[in-house]
């Protein structure tokens, strides 16, 4: 064999040997990404009912400051959180000590302080859990259990990005009213045998008051992030006009995306797959009301997207709003991870998980069986919406491996 023969047979083996070798360490890293994927799904699954137990024998520490101190920039608490059934028992039970009006929105709440020092955030019941809100997606008052829904479908899914929920039943008249400041205390009234209050807000009326049983009121109260990790407001780039006749540019607008890619913070960093994890979480509790978003602030878009204010969601299980999912159907790209963990979810896990992680709850049962059957037609849905973006781009450009290592000090 010639010399020249020789050194294109030898360069021709060489090429082969590097792209099996790339061939093979991509898919053994592929394949242990996927190991851990399922390992972290089962060790979820196995820690999904929290039994609300105010015990904590191995720490001196409150459980304020516990939650405190499980915050990172890339989630609100870590996947393995056995204190997380005293934290929340605190939640539903700690002494209020101060009652005031709901930080600026449109919808009613309250922020309470509870024994300790915590803020806490209640959200009253407006609604039966079988009533369903007709009309635009976004219509209708806040839903108080959609809070404690959404923050264990967090759990589920794996973001652990939503604050702290549970669900909690006070008295008006012996808790609220006699820690209540003078500007809430101003919007009580009593309506039959019910004690009310309208609270102050952009859409609060004293004409549409949250009424008690009596003086027994239900809720959720939301924990308050720590005054050490200062929140930044952003306007999400598929948000709303809710302008009659006026559409947003992502409304008509299919190749949106690639001017979406080319801004801060959505050009480098995780922001844009947070957006695409928040759609598919905002599609599947039906919440399109996500007009704007909040992260950690002077992050240089590293921290996560918080999920934030949920309580636009499962107020009717007969509309599935498809153009929630326009992140995804228009950049046609998902985590890896996220993909993995919306599969172990298939074939009626997805709606057995919630309903176990929710059984414990005070409120409990927080959803109708409504609810939780049209979670697993949502849940259908995105994974065909995925497998288009595969079939049109293919799984190397549409799966995006995308983990991060989240330090807990």
């Given at each position: 064999?010639?010399?020249?023969?020789?050194?294109?047979?030898?360069?021709?083996?060489?090429?082969?040997?590097?792209?099996?070798k790339v061939f093979l360490i991509d898919n053994l890293d592929t394949s242990a990404a996927n190991r851990e994927d399922q390992r972290a799904f089962h060790r979820m699954m196995?820690?999904?009912?929290?039994?609300?137990?105010?015990?904590?024998?191995?720490?001196?520490?409150?459980?304020?400051?516990?939650?405190?101190?499980?915050?990172?920039?890339?989630?609100?608490?870590?996947?393995?959180?056995?204190?997380?059934?005293?934290?929340?028992?605190?939640?539903?039970?700690?002494?209020?000590?101060?009652?005031?009006?709901?930080?600026?929105?449109?919808?009613?709440?309250?922020?309470?302080?509870?024994?300790?020092?915590?803020?806490?955030?209640?959200?009253?019941?407006?609604?039966?859990?079988?009533?369903?809100?007709?009309?635009e997606p976004y219509a209708g008052y806040d839903r108080h259990n959609a809070e404690v829904a959404a923050f264990h479908l967090d759990r589920i899914l794996g973001f652990r990005?939503?604050?702290?929920?549970?669900?909690?039943?006070?008295?008006?008249?012996?808790?609220?009213?006699?820690?209540?400041?003078?500007?809430?205390?101003?919007?009580?009234?009593?309506?039959?045998?019910?004690?009310?209050?309208?609270?102050?807000?952009?859409?609060?009326?004293?004409?549409?008051?949250?009424?008690?049983?009596?003086?027994?009121?239900?809720?959720?109260?939301?924990?308050?992030?720590?005054?050490?990790?200062?929140?930044?407001?952003?306007?999400?780039?598929?948000?709303?006009?809710?302008?009659?006749?006026?559409?947003?540019?992502?409304?008509?607008?299919?190749?949106?995306?690639?001017?979406?890619?080319?801004?801060?913070?959505?050009?480098?960093?995780?922001?844009?797959?947070?957006?695409?994890?928040?759609?598919?979480?905002?599609?599947?509790?039906?919440?399109?009301?996500?007009?704007?978003?909040?992260?950690?602030?002077?992050?240089?878009?590293?921290?996560?997207?918080?999920?934030?204010?949920?309580?636009?969601?499962?107020?009717?299980?007969?509309?599935?709003?498809?153009?929630?999912?326009?992140?995804?159907?228009?950049?046609?790209?998902?985590?890896?991870?996220?993909?993995?963990?919306?599969?172990?979810?298939?074939?009626?896990?997805?709606?057995?998980?919630?309903k176990t992680a929710m059984s414990h709850d005070p409120i409990s049962p927080v959803l109708s069986d409504a609810h939780l059957g049209a979670l697993e037609q949502r849940l259908?849905?995105?994974?065909?919406?995925?497998?288009?973006?595969?079939?049109?781009?293919?799984?190397?450009?549409?799966?995006?491996?995308?983990?991060?290592?989240?330090?807990?000090?």
């Amino acid at each position: 064999m010639k010399l020249k023969q020789r050194v294109v047979l030898l360069a021709i083996l060489l090429v082969i040997f590097i792209f099996t070798k790339v061939f093979l360490i991509d898919n053994l890293d592929t394949s242990a990404a996927n190991r851990e994927d399922q390992r972290a799904f089962h060790r979820m699954m196995a820690s999904l009912r929290i039994e609300l137990d105010p015990r904590l024998d191995h720490t001196m520490q409150s459980p304020w400051e516990i939650a405190a101190q499980w915050v990172v920039p890339r989630e609100v608490y870590p996947e393995e959180t056995p204190e997380l059934g005293a934290v929340m028992h605190a939640m539903s039970t700690k002494k209020i000590v101060k009652a005031d009006v709901g930080y600026k929105g449109t919808q009613l709440k309250a922020l309470l302080i509870l024994e300790g020092g915590q803020k806490v955030v209640f959200k009253p019941k407006r609604y039966a859990r079988d009533y369903v809100v007709e009309g635009e997606p976004y219509a209708g008052y806040d839903r108080h259990n959609a809070e404690v829904a959404a923050f264990h479908l967090d759990r589920i899914l794996g973001f652990r990005r939503a604050p702290l929920v549970v669900g909690r039943f006070v008295n008006l008249r012996t808790e609220i009213k006699p820690v209540a400041t003078e500007q809430l205390l101003g919007t009580f009234m009593t309506v039959g045998n019910s004690t009310c209050f309208y609270g102050k807000c952009y859409y609060c009326r004293e004409t549409e008051p949250a009424c008690a049983d009596g003086d027994i009121m239900e809720g959720s109260v939301t924990l308050w992030l720590p005054d050490v990790w200062p929140l930044q407001k952003h306007r999400h780039p598929w948000g709303r006009t809710y302008r009659e006749g006026k559409l947003a540019r992502w409304e008509y607008d299919e190749s949106y995306c690639d001017a979406v890619k080319k801004t801060s913070p959505y050009d480098s960093g995780p922001r844009l797959l947070d957006i695409i994890d928040t759609a598919i979480f905002d599609y599947l509790i039906g919440n399109a009301d996500r007009h704007h978003y909040e992260s950690f602030q002077d992050d240089e878009g590293a921290s996560m997207l918080i999920l934030l204010d949920n309580a636009k969601s499962f107020g009717n299980p007969a509309l599935d709003e498809r153009s929630i999912l326009a992140p995804l159907y228009q950049c046609c790209i998902i985590r890896v991870s996220t993909w993995n963990r919306l599969n172990y979810l298939k074939n009626g896990v997805l709606k057995s998980a919630l309903k176990t992680a929710m059984s414990h709850d005070p409120i409990s049962p927080v959803l109708s069986d409504a609810h939780l059957g049209a979670l697993e037609q949502r849940l259908l849905s995105i994974l065909a919406t995925v497998k288009q973006c595969t079939d049109q781009f293919g799984p190397d450009v549409v799966l995006v491996e995308d983990r991060m290592t989240l330090s807990h000090l």
